[in-house]
């Protein structure tokens, strides 16, 4: 007789009332419960495991994690891992949970530790899925696409194809820049075991002479790379948080931009393998791009090793109650626990490290105030981070402030070697309990945590998908953490998850229905295909068929023939050319081309000097590509103002003379002082704005400096500093890179406006990623004996002892940190 298998709907219709119902309520509250509850629950998690669909497995799996847990009897945890091949569960309880002798005594116990050793995998155990996955990498030599969850390997996977193929030319897209340093400090990690000591993080590092080569890149920069030179070939992509390249939307540039360059390195190279790796991709056939024409495999993995607990409190205006969401039965359950505010719920629910999720940079750090103002110092003083922080910003920087409550904060407004430090002190100090983010912790960025409290639901303007909810919960208690022999614990296989309605959420935001919409264990992931270049053009309307072949026009500008686009309109002159190869988007270079090349003759025909200060390069700029052009960008619009132009010039002589953060910061303040009135209300952007400066602005751009008390103000000039640094960039130095390859600068200047200096040696460091401050320290005469640089083949040697005399001379620690990084020291 053949036994009928239970499903989740069945489940729900014999839920209500039942004596299962009661009991299983009681053991997600932690209450106490009867004998008879125990065993009605333990006999019910045998038939969900046994005979259950996919969701009434994970529900017995849930009832048998949580009654080990609470009873620390783990024989039940330890069976159900031994007959799901969850390895690292069962080797865990072995080593933790066992006693030896007893344990030793049995046949079966002592034949299931030797059976363990087949899934050990460097000094940790691996799941059978996770073996799985390692095998079918190891064992592809063609297109796939891995699927996994957030810490389930995914990491260690693309390093070792790195390594097992080092003959080659290899690259790793990244989603971001924080990536690029963690990516590279991974693959430096094992260079005792692989023959590996130069890694490129810049096309600027590439020399052209490479037989092989391993890079880590980001799309815009491996697009650039690629222009630079025509003839380089890649044999093997590996494509890092490859759901990615679907797009956010329709006009996603960044995802058109990656689809672009696999067109590109596809045409150049027929037989490049290319691998995507995502915890999230229900198709494999939606990562094709359709120019490229390749074939691809997969696999994936169904383990449910971590089983979430998830909690939603209003707290918007008022006191709120605390509710279990209940993902299986899709029920609220009070806990009989109502808090103050916010805070009061952190207070009371915080582990040892936790996330706080935010969804803009400006409430990361509004919050971040606010809840420190609100704690007591932390027992241990981190005197050497404050100092450290202090004396590379500003000792009114928000962030000291923060750090001496156990707080940190985290987000793309912050210098990026802060960055890469907060990630690092909040790893090793214990008394950092909180690390305030936003969805830079989506990009991949691994910090330790056991708890996530999102005060937000949004991810920029519109809710955070269930994708990106699933990702971004995915962050904590990663297998690492679980499983670490000497901090991990089983509880961690319990993550708890808490939405929280806050001040910084929408007034009509419905928490209970973005839960429900999003943890419902049935819930499934699909696919959203925005980007135009991975669809079908027969499933296109005539609009979105526009947009594709202008997408295709554009590529076939950069590199020609690479498509099947016929009649393609291209363009002729070298200054148009060179737009499309420095990837302008602020006009259609097309339609402009004429004007283009009416803008440079008449500047031409001045009979101006080669440029060789800011003013007059920026003026350039503005008379030769914005001159009668209808801009797209309002932010480069600005431009055109003469007002913006002479601030710019300002901040390129900061760029030119490698200022530090100390000395820009002291600039801005000296800069606002002399301001007055309404030249005061200054231009911060979306991310920062407060106040809209005219009836007719549709979003605050702005912050009145009026309203400001001097410690807010130096605040501003960190953030201010950073986004001009990332507008220069991002949006100025394609121009400046066309005019120097017009031979219209002079070029000891083009290289302290692209590089903060001309002296060799540095511009050396940060091609191969040093940060302007810590190329001009260790190039001292002092540090002479223990660094090597040799500015014709791009080859720098660093010696061990250069740490140390650094931390004799007593060198700020965050410079030491760099250092150790770049040494593989950390």
Same mark, same amino acid.
């Given at each position: 007789?053949?036994?009928? @298998?239970?499903? *989740?709907? !069945? /489940?729900?219709?014999?839920?209500? %009332?039942? +004596?299962?119902?009661? =009991?299983? $309520?009681?053991?997600?509250?932690?209450?106490?419960?009867?004998?008879?509850?125990?065993?009605?629950?333990?006999?019910?998690?045998?038939?969900?495991?046994?005979?259950?669909?996919?969701?009434?497995?994970?529900?017995?799996?849930?009832?048998?994690?949580?009654?080990?847990?609470?009873?620390?009897?783990?024989?039940?945890?330890?069976?159900?891992?031994?007959?799901?091949?969850?390895?690292?569960?069962?080797?865990?309880?072995?080593?933790?949970?066992?006693?030896?002798?007893?344990?030793?005594?049995?046949?079966?116990?002592?034949?299931?530790?030797?059976?363990?050793?087949?899934?050990?995998?460097?000094?940790?155990?691996?799941?059978?899925? @996770?073996?799985? *996955?390692? !095998? /079918?990498?190891?064992?592809?030599? %063609?297109? +796939?696409?891995?699927? =996994?969850? $957030?810490?389930?390997?995914?990491?260690?996977?693309?390093?070792?194809?790195?390594?097992?193929?080092?003959?080659?030319?290899?690259?790793?897209?990244?989603?971001?820049?924080?990536?690029?340093?963690?990516?590279?400090?991974?693959?430096?990690?094992?260079?005792?075991?692989?023959?590996?000591?130069?890694?490129?993080?810049?096309?600027?590092?590439?020399?052209?002479?490479?037989?092989?080569?391993?890079?880590?890149?980001?799309?815009?920069?491996?697009?650039?790379?690629?222009?630079?030179?025509?003839?380089?070939?890649?044999?093997?992509?590996?494509?890092?948080?490859?759901?990615?390249?679907?797009?956010?939307?329709?006009?996603?540039?960044?995802?058109?931009? *990656?689809?672009?360059?696999?067109?590109?390195?596809? %045409?150049?190279?027929?037989?490049?393998?290319?691998?995507?790796?995502?915890?999230?991709?229900?198709?494999?056939?939606?990562?094709?791009?359709?120019?490229?024409?390749?074939?691809?495999?997969?696999?994936?993995?169904?383990?449910?090793?971590?089983?979430?607990?998830?909690?939603?409190?209003?707290?918007?205006?008022?006191?709120?109650?605390?509710?279990?969401?209940?993902?299986?039965?899709?029920?609220?359950?009070?806990?009989?626990?109502?808090?103050?505010?916010?805070?009061?719920?952190?207070?009371?629910?915080?582990?040892?490290?936790?996330?706080?999720?935010?969804?803009?940079?400006?409430?990361?750090?509004?919050?971040?105030?606010?809840?420190?103002?609100?704690?007591?110092?932390?027992?241990?003083?981190?005197?050497?981070?404050?100092?450290?922080?202090?004396?590379?910003?500003?000792?009114?920087?928000?962030?000291?402030?923060?750090?001496?409550?156990?707080?940190?904060?985290?987000?793309?407004?912050?210098?990026?070697?802060?960055?890469?430090?907060?990630?690092?002190?909040?790893?090793?100090?214990?008394?950092?309990?909180?690390?305030?983010?936003?969805?830079?912790?989506?990009?991949?960025?691994?910090?330790?945590?056991?708890?996530?409290?999102?005060?937000?639901?949004?991810?920029?303007?519109?809710?955070?998908?269930?994708?990106?909810?699933?990702?971004?919960?995915?962050?904590?208690?990663?297998?690492?953490?679980?499983?670490?022999?000497?901090?991990?614990?089983?509880?961690?296989?319990?993550?708890?998850?808490?939405?929280?309605?806050?001040?910084?959420?929408?007034?009509?935001?419905?928490?209970?229905?973005?839960?429900?919409?999003?943890?419902?264990?049935?819930?499934?992931?699909?696919?959203?295909?925005?980007?135009?270049?991975?669809?079908?053009?027969?499933?296109?309307?005539?609009?979105?068929?526009?947009?594709?072949?202008?997408?295709?026009?554009?590529?076939?500008?950069?590199?020609?023939?690479?498509?099947?686009?016929?009649?393609?309109?291209?363009?002729?002159?070298?200054?148009?050319?060179?737009?499309?190869?420095?990837?302008?988007?602020?006009?259609?270079?097309?339609?402009?081309?004429?004007?283009?090349?009416?803008?440079?003759?008449?500047?031409?025909?001045?009979?101006?000097?080669?440029?060789?200060?800011?003013?007059?390069?920026?003026?350039?700029?503005?008379?030769?590509?914005?001159?009668?052009?209808?801009?797209?960008?309002?932010?480069?619009?600005?431009?055109?103002?003469?007002?913006?132009?002479?601030?710019?010039?300002?901040?390129?002589?900061?760029?030119?003379?490698?200022?530090?953060?100390?000395?820009?910061?002291?600039?801005?303040?000296?800069?606002?002082?002399?301001?007055?009135?309404?030249?005061?209300?200054?231009?911060?952007?979306?991310?920062?704005?407060?106040?809209?400066?005219?009836?007719?602005?549709?979003?605050?751009?702005?912050?009145?400096?009026?309203?400001?008390?001097?410690?807010?103000?130096?605040?501003?000039?960190?953030?201010?500093?950073?986004?001009?640094?990332?507008?220069?960039?991002?949006?100025?130095?394609?121009?400046?890179?066309?005019?120097?390859?017009?031979?219209?600068?002079?070029?000891?200047?083009?290289?302290?406006?692209?590089?903060?200096?001309?002296?060799?040696?540095?511009?050396?460091?940060?091609?191969?990623?040093?940060?302007?401050?810590?190329?001009?320290?260790?190039?001292?005469?002092?540090?002479?004996?223990?660094?090597?640089?040799?500015?014709?083949?791009?080859?720098?040697?660093?010696?061990?002892?250069?740490?140390?005399?650094?931390?004799?001379?007593?060198?700020?620690?965050?410079?030491?940190?760099?250092?150790?990084?770049?040494?593989?020291?950390?």
């Amino acid at each position: 007789m053949e036994i009928q @298998q239970l499903s *989740l709907r !069945e /489940f729900r219709k014999s839920l209500p %009332s039942s +004596f299962f119902e009661e =009991a299983f $309520t009681k053991l997600q509250l932690n209450l106490e419960l009867e004998e008879s509850e125990l065993q009605n629950l333990l006999k019910n998690a045998i038939l969900f495991t046994n005979f259950g669909d996919k969701n009434i497995q994970k529900l017995g799996y849930k009832i048998i994690v949580s009654y080990s847990n609470k009873y620390e009897n783990y024989k039940p945890l330890y069976d159900f891992a031994i007959n799901k091949g969850y390895i690292p569960i069962s080797k865990f309880i072995e080593q933790k949970h066992t006693n030896n002798s007893d344990f030793n005594d049995h046949f079966f116990n002592l034949f299931f530790s030797s059976f363990h050793e087949n899934f050990k995998e460097k000094n940790y155990y691996i799941s059978n899925g @996770q073996k799985k *996955l390692i !095998e /079918f990498s190891s064992n592809t030599n %063609s297109n +796939f696409v891995l699927v =996994a969850p $957030t810490s389930y390997g995914k990491s260690e996977i693309i390093l070792d194809k790195v390594y097992s193929n080092l003959d080659k030319k290899v690259c790793i897209i990244v989603p971001s820049k924080a990536l690029l340093a963690q990516t590279k400090k991974r693959l430096l990690n094992d260079t005792a075991e692989h023959d590996l000591n130069r890694i490129i993080t810049h096309p600027e590092m590439y020399k052209g002479t490479e037989q092989n080569f391993v890079a880590v890149l980001t799309q815009e920069r491996l697009l650039r790379l690629l222009q630079k030179n025509p003839l380089l070939k890649i044999d093997l992509l590996l494509v890092d948080e490859a759901h990615n390249l679907f797009g956010e939307k329709k006009n996603d540039g960044r995802a058109i931009l *990656l689809a672009q360059t696999i067109i590109i390195l596809k %045409s150049r190279n027929q037989n490049i393998v290319l691998n995507f790796f995502s915890p999230f991709i229900s198709n494999p056939e939606n990562v094709k791009v359709r120019q490229s024409g390749y074939e691809i495999n997969s696999q994936t993995t169904d383990e449910f090793i971590k089983s979430e607990k998830y909690y939603i409190c209003d707290l918007y205006d008022s006191p709120g109650e605390l509710k279990l969401y209940e993902q299986f039965s899709d029920s609220l359950i009070s806990t009989q626990s109502t808090f103050l505010d916010y805070f009061d719920l952190l207070n009371s629910k915080k582990a040892r490290k936790n996330i706080v999720y935010l969804n803009r940079p400006k409430h990361i750090e509004e919050f971040s105030i606010e809840y420190s103002s609100s704690l007591p110092n932390v027992e241990t003083p981190l005197t050497e981070i404050v100092s450290s922080i202090t004396d590379f910003l500003h000792p009114e920087y928000n962030l000291i402030k923060c750090i001496k409550k156990g707080i940190v904060y985290h987000h793309g407004g912050m210098p990026e070697i802060i960055r890469l430090y907060v990630e690092n002190i909040f790893s090793k100090f214990n008394d950092l309990r909180f690390v305030i983010t936003s969805s830079t912790l989506l990009e991949g960025v691994n910090i330790p945590a056991e708890k996530i409290f999102l005060l937000s639901t949004k991810k920029g303007r519109g809710n955070l998908s269930v994708s990106h909810f699933k990702n971004l919960i995915g962050r904590i208690n990663r297998f690492s953490e679980i499983f670490n022999p000497e901090t991990g614990s089983l509880r961690l296989l319990e993550p708890e998850i808490f939405v929280i309605k806050s001040k910084y959420e929408n007034k009509r935001a419905n928490i209970e229905t973005f839960i429900k919409t999003r943890a419902k264990t049935e819930i499934t992931i699909l696919d959203e295909v925005n980007n135009l270049l991975l669809k079908d053009e027969d499933s296109l309307d005539e609009s979105d068929k526009n947009e594709l072949k202008k997408s295709l026009e554009y590529l076939e500008n950069i590199e020609p023939n690479t498509t099947d686009l016929s009649d393609v309109d291209y363009v002729q002159s070298e200054l148009a050319k060179l737009c499309f190869k420095n990837n302008v988007y602020d006009f259609d270079i097309k339609e402009n081309e004429s004007q283009l090349n009416d803008n440079l003759s008449n500047y031409e025909g001045t009979l101006f000097p080669k440029i060789s200060d800011s003013n007059h390069l920026l003026d350039a700029i503005n008379l030769i590509f914005f001159n009668e052009i209808e801009i797209t960008d309002n932010n480069i619009k600005r431009l055109q103002n003469s007002a913006s132009r002479r601030f710019y010039s300002m901040i390129l002589e900061w760029r030119s003379s490698s200022a530090s953060y100390k000395e820009m910061i002291g600039s801005f303040m000296r800069y606002w002082s002399t301001l007055q009135g309404s030249n005061l209300f200054v231009y911060i952007g979306e991310k920062w704005g407060e106040e809209k400066r005219n009836y007719t602005d549709i979003k605050p751009l702005y912050v009145d400096l009026r309203k400001k008390n001097n410690s807010q103000r130096i605040n501003l000039a960190i953030l201010k500093i950073k986004e001009e640094q990332d507008f220069v960039e991002f949006n100025l130095l394609k121009y400046i890179d066309i005019l120097a390859e017009l031979e219209l600068i002079e070029s000891d200047f083009y290289d302290k406006i692209k590089y903060g200096s001309s002296d060799k040696r540095i511009i050396t460091l940060l091609k191969n990623g040093f940060s302007i401050e810590l190329a001009k320290c260790i190039t001292k005469p002092e540090y002479s004996n223990f660094i090597s640089i040799n500015p014709e083949l791009d080859e720098i040697t660093l010696q061990n002892q250069l740490i140390t005399e650094m931390e004799i001379k007593g060198e700020n620690k965050i410079l030491l940190f760099e250092i150790k990084f770049h040494l593989n020291e950390n």
